[in-house]
């Protein structure tokens, strides 16, 4: 680990340190970074009560003769004291022990946190690894001071200043649950991060690249600011950052200054940052979700991860919401009873591949939409934590009825219907008519386990045969959609077969009365809307190289777009100087530059339909679905809000994204 973090000295394995002519001390790793050096002992134990006070007092007593011998060879250098266990559990009293003598713990979930980090952010995450072992301590002669201006914003401090990137990172850090012994230490915010994106600016970076957008960051330890003057309530002055390990943590920007991490740029360049003062944890999560949510390159699961963390002491209503939803959705992967165990893909806790197929998203967004428990109906109990178990306890027995019906296309997942993420979904919803039906019982079941487990049993025994001998055609007819719409058809078909063994179930879904279904069909129409755009840029690029070859643009584009686009290049150009034309010679670069109409102009020209026709059958449904999404997307890009018009443009813009779904191969689950 200390080696990929880039160790500028590394002993030999088993090193013995003399410290007088009598007394010998073996050290399993000592590693030196930057001006840091890790003195490691490493400790296992089959007996995980095994006791480390005589071991911990040992070393207390040479941490002196210890230091002072490395101290001889690096002056400036400082010295940390690890312990690494394995299969040894701390006790209370070994912690205790352990902070007293200044003395790091690090168990094997804290050893696998710094290694994963390692693999997502490569040596940069040194400095995290700094930010945790020396929290809240001095940096020591390190006091870079920058010209800033200070302002607020409802009450909170902030400061807009240009700082070297070399400055900021030995300070910063990214958020995640307090380091503890004994925790899982992989959170959804180093997620946010990966090497190739950092390699890739640090690259950039190095070819005399430059950002103008800012690093959104917030001090955790207070800034000394001295105001030199002030102009319509700005003050202007010196900024001195804070000399403490972990005391800014990066909001937004984390790619932009860890790429600096090894480079010679980081002492010369100038990056802008807005760093808030003093936001407690609540409201930095606010403020990350709030940039991240729009962002077409966040993925959605990481967003509902990051919720139980953010809103779990939330007062606001609907933030509690999120908050119960993400629980709820971790509990039906945890729960060793439920059909979903160790199904659900969680990005704080594993990989999404085969085995691990159902999205997060996938409870968050039926759980959100659905009436289960809003107006503290269906699912819902006194309070947050009770909410969160009896929801989880219902879910798990409807679901465990279905899979004991087909276990075999449930063990299938994707490749099947039960447990595919269009399954789940498609189940949800006739969950959500079986508890609205529940509510016109004299006596609602749904508090009572066995009335619950009787009715519920009751309606779905009426569609075991369906689901036990179902067959290919079927489920290829059941996912041949991925949208709420297609969710909707399956969810009627199911309920369709329940009303024809029970006449007395009367599923609104099948009247057409789908009210408590909140607000529009698409989540989140912002980010839906990029990823259409995106695919049908891929798709034009993609099929235009194919039948005209790799000069298309300059004859298989219309001239007008083509004027259009060269002026965007250029002003793109004078307002990055490190760009030049040379950066957008083929047409994949140009086409990023066009705008939606453009692409209905580019598909239906006459000289191009024929490499289209094939894919988009219509020219007239060509037009009308681009003008369609066109709409659609002005009124959400730029938050136009008139009741009667939203309800016309915002179906025909959900349709319009429904179709190119399908046409190309969209998931929109």
């Known amino acids: 680990m200390f080696a990929n973090l880039g160790a500028s000295f590394l002993n030999k394995e088993n090193s013995k340190l003399f410290l007088d002519i009598k007394k010998t001390k073996q050290i399993d790793v000592i590693a030196k970074i930057d001006d840091l ?50 299969k040894i559990e701390l006790s209370e009293s070994d912690e205790r022990d352990a902070s007293n003598y200044g003395i790091k713990v690090w168990d094997s979930s804290i ?16 400095y995290q690894v700094f930010a945790e072992s020396l929290e809240d301590e001095e940096i020591g002669s390190y006091s870079p001071r920058v010209p800033a201006i200070k302002s607020d914003f409802n009450g909170v401090p902030f400061y807009y200043f240009l700082a070297r990137p070399e400055s900021l990172l030995k300070i910063a850090y990214i958020f995640h649950r307090k380091l503890r012994i004994g925790d899982q230490h992989e959170n959804p915010y180093q997620r946010m991060v990966n ?55 990066i909001i937004d920007g984390q790619h932009r200054l860890f790429g600096y991490s090894n480079t010679g740029e980081a002492k010369d360049h100038l990056i802008p940052v807005l760093a808030f003062q003093g936001l407690n944890e609540e409201k930095q999560g606010k403020l990350f979700i709030d940039i991240n949510y729009n962002q077409k390159s966040v993925d959605q699961n990481l967003l509902w991860d990051l919720y139980s963390d953010i809103y779990y002491q939330s007062r606001d209503p609907e933030e509690r919401l999120l908050y119960v939803i993400s629980m709820i959705g971790k509990k039906l992967n945890s729960n060793k009873s439920s059909p979903f165990f160790n199904y659900v ?17 996938t409870f968050g967004v ?124 399956n969810a009627k078909k199911i309920c369709s077969w329940i009303k024809d063994k029970i006449p007395e179930f009367s599923p609104e879904i099948l009247n057409g009365d789908e009210n408590e279904q909140d607000g529009g069909l ?33 004859y298989a584009v219309p001239e007008d777009i083509r004027i259009v686009v060269d002026k965007k290049i250029k002003d793109e150009i004078f307002k990055f100087p490190m760009k030049s034309e040379s950066d957008y010679l083929n047409g994949e ?34 037009e009308t679905r681009f003008k369609n999404l066109n709409e659609f997307r002005k009124r959400i890009k730029h938050g136009r809000k008139d009741e009667n018009i939203d309800s016309i443009i915002g179906k025909d813009g959900e349709a319009a994204i429904d179709w190119f779904s399908k046409v190309l191969g969209i998931d929109q689950s």
């Not at 190739?196 to 690259?203: H, M, P, T, V, Y």
């Open 37 to 86: 050096i890790f003195v490691v002992e490493c400790k296992y134990s089959e007996k995980k009560s095994r006791s480390l006070r005589k071991d911990l007092a040992e070393t207390s007593k040479l941490r002196r003769p210890i230091t002072e011998l490395f101290i001889n060879n690096w002056p400036e250098a400082r010295v940390i004291f690890v312990y690494a266990l394995e």
């Open 111 to 126: 050893i696998s946190y710094f290694e994963d980090l390692e693999n997502r952010l490569g040596d940069a995450a040194k």
């Open 195 to 249: 090497k190739r994106r950092i390699e890739d600016i640090r690259n950039f970076v190095a070819s005399k690249g430059y950002f103008s957008n800012n690093v959104i960051a917030n001090f955790k330890q207070s800034p000394k600011f001295n105001k030199t003057d002030i102009i319509e309530g700005i003050e202007y002055g010196v900024l001195t950052l804070p000399i403490f390990y972990q005391s800014l943590w």
């Open 345 to 361: 893909y969680i990005p704080s806790m594993n990989e999404s591949g085969p085995g691990v197929n159902i999205k997060l998203t």
């Open 366 to 489: 039926r759980l959100q939409k659905g009436s289960f428990l809003k107006g503290q109906k269906d699912l819902f109990k006194e309070n947050n934590e009770n909410t969160i178990d009896f929801a989880t306890k219902r879910i798990i027995e409807y679901f465990n009825i279905l899979k004991s019906f087909n276990s075999k296309d449930w063990e299938k997942g994707d490749d099947g219907f039960l447990r595919s993420n269009i399954g789940v979904h498609s189940f949800f919803l006739v969950f959500q008519e079986i508890l609205k039906n529940f509510r016109k019982y004299d006596d609602n079941p749904i508090d009572s386990d066995v009335e619950y487990t009787k009715q519920i049993q009751k309606l779905l025994n009426t569609i075991r045969p369906n689901l036990e001998n179902l067959t290919e055609d079927e489920i290829s007819d059941f996912k041949k959609g991925s949208s709420e719409r297609w969710f909707s058809e």
């Open 522 to 554: 698409i989540t989140n129409p912002n980010q839906m809307i990029d990823k259409v755009e995106e695919e049908i840029r891929n798709k034009i690029h993609s099929i235009l190289l194919e039948g005209c070859g790799i000069n298309y643009w300059g």
């Open 589 to 622: 670069k140009r086409i990023q530059f066009c705008e939606i109409n453009d692409y209905s102009k580019i598909i239906i020209s006459n000289q191009n339909w024929k490499f289209f026709e094939k894919l988009f059958k219509s020219k007239s449904s060509v």
